[in-house]
């Protein structure tokens, strides 16, 4: 068991890598009452391409990773839920574009619900008639999607931008799709991303590190994994253009939903440089399009852009764009005049004191940030996942400099890389 | 679970309630400003927060007045509006780090007490009454927020279920209120009834963080002041409803799923000796899921992903939601009733019971990691006049029997069921 001291953070980070290869974290938070567990694998909907060392190459169907991750909680017994439940548990998971997480939250059975959940993931349990069962009600949440304007436009801009790499596809795919999926295709996939190897485990709560480690070391021990060969995922080529400028879907609104973004060229970083990248692009985008800024106030006075109004930076070494919009009953007039006021900043370059005080605010979201044990997992699994390290954050937040805003500023903005996507009524 | 540990006193008009604790990187701050739901006054009443977050007295740009709070290292500051039993209640949120992880020149919580009194009392004005710019955007905004509501279907139906069910009570009203009375506001009448609001508001200001009640009241004093209003409480107006024939709903919009939702009605409320009955016949019901509707309407059936239940009780009210296939309506409708049926007979499994008990048991103890969490129970104590704490609540949920709950689903009585469908099929 290893220990890091953050001094500034006051929070101490205890860690161990299993012989099997699975990662484990602690973070002990004595004052609060809940734990909080996440088990997670490196594993989401854009691994639908691969090659295990010493396997073949596999291609599968569209929103298995989520498929895979409904059918975790069958057991030969019945439902896991049952369990954490009479364990006085709250259990639940998700699968985003490249992790699939299982978590419980509890304040008592610790040791207890903490076994169950890395058991039940471990213990694969697939039939063709609980395969089959379950179609039935992913395609109920596809059709919940498929009435939400806001998934409808999010997911537009990223089809508009890309083509061939698999960021494009829905994480749940398709009804057509799911119906294609089998017993044996969830082995296939569980057997090549589940090994412990893929996977981190992290608890963070009231509890004691060595009680934690002596729980999953011996949990892990009693199960035999072989060892496994190298995941290598495979992305076609990925043209650095937009595939489409524009794109519109139809669906019962108020008024237009307008969401559009920039695509960044293909740049593989990963590890402290892809957060350095990702922090200093969010700093950047806030600066120019914050509730704060000038730009925000003139767009809302002019009645274009409403409380919806909002940014966000997607990025893994294959990809990363971004996400700017909202509701607005003009799109073509938002667009034409977020032109004109970007390319004022763009001439001009952001202020110092503007630039200070950006950081200032990011600085203190990322503590409060802190207060919650569910963010503090979620996000040190995702740097963890790609190479970074969530607690060395707040030393980049205070390093970057004004400079390197106005230089990615620069990079980020490229008209050319531009798409929208629209949600408008029938 | 420490006994919620707040500790209560009042100044400048107001009920203060403070948690001293070490436990969080923050401060936490809430005032909750209630008035009884009221045609007359709703639109108004839910207007006015916009109007206030666009600028105060110091800071009388909105590009002045966020940029203040990004200076205090992105301070958090939101409101929202909603409804409790039949009262509407304005809650202003505050939260600010302890200035122990940063070099701040300024105290962070004094100067968060000094930003949320000027927002509140000193408003910028003009003439003596608000400025009409904001006035006039703030009242689209909001205009925009109410016909928003139907793009999340989800939410559409549940709002549209309530409003079917209560459409004789001032409960029927949306906590934003109505868009017809928008245009009628003015600047001056919006300042006016502003005024009002204040004077005749219910206001409990709470903090949770690393202070002393003595340093809070002095902050509330220095920044809230001048008011000398009478400190009140709230008053419980329910009467029990009861229910002569179920009505349904159905309303036909573009939409890919059915939305089925219901409505119920109880007699059971918040500050009721019953209420840990009430929660566990929720439980066992449809807020887990174990529970009995994700269990049988997704699980065993493969009707819908979501399939669930709400208990309200402030309002006394339980609501059903779920979303499936038009076509397997009927399917859905005896499915759920079936399962209020077998509540009502007793057919509750021990392992029912106990599953149900800890979910309980483990929602009421993880309020205590949560600021916000801590500050919500204890205004749940305050509007119902209730004084029971979780520990109460826990012991009394502990000791619930089957029995028990078959008396609460006696007094469950379905009254509307809503249902939202696609056009033209």
């Known amino acids: 068991m290893e220990q890091i001291h953050y001094d500034k953070l006051q929070e101490t980070l205890y860690y161990e890598v299993m012989d099997n290869g699975l990662k484990v974290y602690v973070l002990p938070k004595p004052a609060f009452k809940k734990t909080y567990a996440t088990f997670a694998t490196k594993y989401g909907s854009v691994d639908n391409h691969f090659k295990v060392a010493g396997g073949d190459e596999t291609t599968v169907p569209d929103g298995i990773a989520h498929f895979l991750e409904h059918k975790m909680f069958e057991e030969p017994e019945g439902d896991i839920f049952a369990t954490f439940a009479s364990n006085g548990a709250s259990a639940n998971a998700f699968t985003s574009f490249d992790q699939t997480v299982y978590l419980f939250s509890a304040t008592e059975n610790i040791e207890t619900n903490l076994s169950t959940l890395v058991d039940f993931v471990q213990r694969p349990y697939f039939t063709d008639e609980n395969v ?74 009231g509890v004691e590190p060595e009680k934690v480690f002596e729980l999953v070391r011996s949990n892990q021990a009693a199960k035999s994994y072989d060892k496994q060969g190298e995941i290598t995922r495979i992305f076609a080529e990925e043209p650095v253009q937009v595939s489409q400028k524009h794109k519109e879907s139809r ?46 106030q003139k767009l809302y006075d002019e009645e274009l852009i409403s409380d919806s109004f909002g940014h966000e930076f997607n990025s893994s070494p294959q990809y990363a764009f971004s996400a700017i919009g909202g509701d607005t009953k003009d799109p073509d007039l938002l667009l034409k005049r977020i032109k004109e006021e970007i390319n004022a900043v763009l001439a001009s370059g952001f202020a110092e004191k503007d630039f200070e005080r950006a950081r200032k605010k990011k600085i203190g979201g990322y503590l409060r940030m802190l207060n919650s044990p569910e963010s503090i997992a979620h996000e040190f699994t995702r740097y963890q996942f790609r190479g970074g390290d969530l607690f060395e954050v707040l030393p980049v937040y205070e390093s970057i400099t004004l400079d390197e805003v106005n230089a990615r500023l620069r990079a980020h903005v490229d008209w050319e890389q531009l798409s929208v996507s629209l949600v408008v009524s029938p | ?173 949306h906590p934003l209120g109505q868009r017809s009375d928008l245009d009628g506001i003015t600047p001056a009448s919006l300042y006016e009834s502003y005024s009002a609001w204040l004077d005749g508001a219910i206001l409990d200001l709470y903090v949770v963080g690393d202070t002393t009640p003595e340093e809070v009241e002095k902050l509330v004093l220095r920044h809230f002041g001048r008011s000398h209003k009478q400190v009140e409480a709230y008053a419980s107006n329910f009467k029990p409803v009861t229910v002569s024939e179920v009505r349904t709903v159905e309303e036909k919009l573009d939409v890919n799923q059915g939305k089925l939702n219901m409505g119920l009605r109880t007699s059971i409320t918040y500050s009721d000796d019953k209420y840990a009955s009430a929660l566990m016949y929720n439980g066992i019901l449809g807020g887990y899921p174990h529970s009995k509707l994700f269990v049988n309407v997704r699980e065993k059936e493969s009707l819908a992903y979501y399939a669930s239940s709400r208990y309200d009780g402030h309002k006394g009210i339980g609501t059903i939601q779920s979303g499936i296939e038009t076509q397997n309506y009927d399917k859905a ?93």
Not at chain 2, 71 to 82: K, R, V
Request: proline residues 3%.
């Open chain 1, 251 to 296: 669906l019962a609104v108020s008024m237009p939903k307008c969401l559009f973004g920039f695509k960044e060229k293909q740049d593989g970083l990963s590890g402290a440089a892809a957060v350095r990248r990702d922090l200093t692009t969010k700093l950047m985008l806030d600066l120019l399009l914050g509730s704060s800024t000038a730009l925000y």
């Open chain 1, 132 to 205: 089959e069962k379950e179609k039935g009600i992913i395609g109920q949440e596809i059709n919940m999607y498929a009435d939400n304007p806001d998934w409808r436009v999010y997911f537009g801009l990223i089809e508009a931008m890309y083509s061939k790499h698999p960021v494009h596809i829905d994480i749940a795919g398709t009804i057509e799709s799911i119906a294609t999926i089998t017993k044996e295709t969830l082995y296939t996939c569980y057997n090549s991303f589940y090994h412990p190897s893929n996977m981190l485990l992290f608890v963070v709560g």
């Open chain 2, 333 to 425: 409708v005896d499915i759920i009733r079936k399962q209020l049926e077998e509540l009502k007979a007793g057919n509750i499994s021990d392992l029912e019971l106990n599953q149900t008990k800890a979910m309980i048991r483990n929602l009421l103890s993880e309020i205590q990691d949560s600021a916000f969490e801590l500050i919500s129970f204890d205004f749940n104590r305050q509007l119902s006049g209730k004084d029971r704490s979780a520990q109460e609540l826990l012991a009394q949920v502990d000791s619930t029997g089957a029995e028990d709950v078959k008396a609460a689903a006696g007094t469950f009585q379905l009254d509307t069921i809503y249902f939202l469908t696609g056009k033209g099929e």
């Open chain 2, 1 to 173: 679970m420490t006994n919620n540990g707040f500790q209560h006193g009042n100044a400048a008009g107001m009920r203060i309630h403070v948690l001293p604790t070490k436990a969080f990187k923050t401060f936490a701050i809430s005032l909750y400003a209630g008035v009884p739901l009221d045609e007359s006054t709703v639109t108004s009443t839910a207007l006015a927060p916009f109007v206030l977050r666009r600028g105060t007295a110091t800071y009388p740009e909105t590009t002045q007045f966020r940029e203040r709070l990004e200076e205090l290292y992105g301070a958090g500051f939101g409101f929202d509006i909603y409804k409790r039993g039949d009262y509407q209640i304005v809650q202003f949120r505050m939260d600010t780090i302890n200035d122990s992880f940063v070099q701040s020149k300024e105290s962070l919580l004094g100067e968060s007490f000094a930003f949320l009194g000027e927002v509140l009392t000193r408003p910028l004005l003009e003439d003596g009454s608000f400025r009409a710019s904001y006035v006039a955007t703030e009242r689209e905004t909001v205009r925009k927020k109410l016909e928003a509501i139907v793009n999340d279907k989800m939410r559409y139906a549940a709002e549209r279920c309530i409003e079917e069910m209560c459409r004789q009570e001032p409960y029927r009203l």
